[in-house]
């Protein structure tokens, strides 16, 4: 089994920022790829923000890039989102996933960006 715990939401103005951290626990098998998604207010579906691959590479979204940024301290089994110039169309629930034999998710943290 493998935990993911996210933490860092919060309220926000527009054009603030916010660091999200998730913690990795329990059976890690070495360094896994680790993806941040977002699920928007009234939305059901979870939409990929941001990852990072085993071997450190990351990828966005075209409406984060220049503006998020993904990171990994593999020492510590935790993967940071950093966000910057925050907009309201960034608010909803910020969820961290991993595949490791099966799909994991943590339970999220709330993002709010609004004057």
């Known amino acids: 089994q493998v935990q993911l715990v996210e933490s860092g939401g919060g309220l926000v103005q527009p054009g603030g920022s916010l660091r999200l951290s998730c913690a990795a626990s329990g059976r890690i098998s070495g360094n896994v790829g680790m993806d941040w998604y977002r699920q928007a207010p009234g939305k059901q579906e979870r939409r990929l923000v941001a990852?990072?691959?085993?071997?450190?590479?990351?990828n966005y979204v075209a409406s984060v890039k220049g503006r998020f940024t993904i990171s990994r301290d593999n020492a510590k089994n935790i993967v940071y989102l950093q966000m910057n110039s925050l907009k309201p169309e960034d608010t909803g629930v910020y969820y961290c996933y991993t595949f490791q034999n099966q799909d994991y998710w943590g339970q999220g943290t709330q993002v709010t960006v609004s004057s």
């Open positions: 990852g990072i691959t085993r071997g450190g590479n990351p």
